[in-house]
């Protein structure tokens, strides 16, 4: 990384000892470790760890990675990929970790499941000894990942997204120490879309024409999680359900379900199945005959495929991510540096996930004094707690992790400081030429919401 790239003029450094006296901004190793680990940019804290600005150049750090890169959800495996890359070349060029560079490695964990996932972590620790492994998502596991981590003591954090993580590591806590989740359960998507709804209606930007909601999951846990949390809570907040019903995954026929929406129309439709191609057929069929309904999708709007293949009919979607880079003073310039190296349709949304991972371990390993081999369980503790410690402020917002489970913190609906969660971002596609806007939470929203095309 040049010297005088984006990420030094962000987080512009200090010199210092690693040890000893701080630099202009006060930070050093020691103050990091005694209660000094404050929200700031990942830079500043790894220049002032290492020293003096300077690339890594002692023994390579294997770090490894358990993705998707063939099969269905292939395109997010290559985006993971690619965010890995990027942060390991900025941390190289801050020193690495302690001067030691970071080495990549991959497995390919195909159309995913427990064993598909298990294997391919365990020839990563078995081949390359790997001291950490950062994964993107891994679908039908079971959590399985966290088993090999702690059988082995390697640090993981991967991007699942599911409260079946939080509920594993409050079985047995020692087991799992280095075992965490680098944003929010999907849980919390479904109180989240409902305040959502109710601070939209507040504003007087949206009026439900009912008290209507319908909800459609598809046959997988992360969309039933989600889909339950609304159904279970959505009295709370005036709605009835006017429909509960769950396709196949995946799913591109949706006719009999849009013959029972336009049967019984709701205020809103909330749909928490999350391939890409999928939901754009969705509203390829749904805009031929469209009821005057909100149209809430869960994260496949936020690729590229969804604007391509629906074109103008995806026009008016809202749809909401828990982790996602900020259009802001941190998010924009990472997106201009993954943009410019991996192209301008490329899904820098989907890359911050293991960017920031990579991002975040690294940091609390320097903190921590380096990282720990497989099975250097005293090290790697150390290492996790330094995790813990760290609130890191990146691209996606404020990370810091819940001792109930070793998740992400979310804002607003499961903690109120910005400050020390992740922000529930809630976009809408305005003009399906461009990216969707960023329309809440309020403290983060560059544009308001407006009516879809196919509300009258």
């Not at 707690?385 to 810091?400: P, S």
Request: overall charge negative; charged content about 20%; some cysteine.
């Amino acid at each position: 990384m040049p010297k005088n790239s984006d990420q030094n003029e962000q987080f512009p450094t200090q010199s210092g000892n690693a040890e000893g006296t701080p630099g202009a901004s006060g930070l050093n190793r020691r103050s990091l470790l005694t209660g000094g680990m404050a929200a700031v940019g990942g830079a500043a804290i790894l220049s002032q760890v290492n020293g003096p600005a300077r690339a890594a150049s002692g023994d390579p750090i294997p770090i490894g990675a358990a993705l998707p890169l063939s099969g269905f959800a292939a395109a997010d495996g290559v985006e993971f990929r690619q965010g890995l890359e990027l942060a390991a070349d900025e941390i190289n060029a801050l020193g690495g970790i302690l001067g030691r560079p970071l080495e990549l490695h991959y497995e390919d964990t195909g159309d995913m499941g427990a064993d598909n996932v298990s294997q391919a972590m365990q020839r990563l620790v078995d081949l390359e000894n790997v001291h950490a492994i950062i994964n993107g998502y891994n679908v039908g596991t079971s959590m399985i990942e966290m088993d090999v981590a702690a059988d082995n003591d390697v640090i993981l954090t991967h991007f699942n997204t599911f409260i079946s993580h939080n509920t594993k590591f409050l079985e047995d806590p020692e087991r799992y120490y280095g075992c965490f989740q680098g944003d929010p359960p999907e849980y919390w998507y479904g109180p989240g879309f409902l305040l959502f709804l109710q601070n939209l209606e507040k504003s007087g930007a949206w009026q439900r024409p009912n008290n209507k909601l319908a909800i459609i999951p598809s046959a997988n846990e992360y969309s039933i999680v989600i889909a339950n949390a609304m159904r279970d809570q959505a009295s709370e907040f005036g709605f009835e359900i006017s429909l509960f019903e769950t396709v196949p995954f995946p799913n591109s026929q949706w006719g009999p379900v849009l013959a029972k929406l336009r049967e019984d129309p709701p205020a809103a439709v909330a749909i928490t199945h999350f391939l890409p191609q999928d939901l754009a057929q969705f509203m390829v069929q749904f805009t031929s005959q469209p009821t005057q309904s909100l149209i809430y999708m869960q994260y496949g709007p936020s690729l590229p495929a969804f604007r391509d293949i629906g074109g103008e009919n995806v026009n008016g979607v809202l749809y909401s991510t828990v982790i996602g880079a900020l259009p802001d003073d941190f998010g924009k310039p990472y997106e201009r540096r993954y943009k410019e190296r991996f192209g301008e349709n490329s899904a820098h949304n989907t890359a911050s996930q293991t960017y920031e991972g990579l991002w975040h371990y690294s940091l609390a390993a320097a903190i921590a004094g380096g990282t720990g081999e497989p099975f250097d369980k005293e090290q790697n503790k150390k290492v996790a707690a330094a995790m813990n410690g760290l609130i890191y402020r990146g691209v996606n917002g404020a990370t810091r992790f819940d001792p109930e489970g070793q998740s992400a913190f979310c804002y607003p609906t499961q903690i109120g400081d910005p400050s020390l969660g992740m922000p529930h971002q809630f976009l809408q596609h305005q003009d399906y030429r461009v990216q969707a806007r960023l329309i809440a939470p309020d403290l983060y929203k560059t544009h308001d919401f407006v009516a879809p095309p196919w509300m009258k």
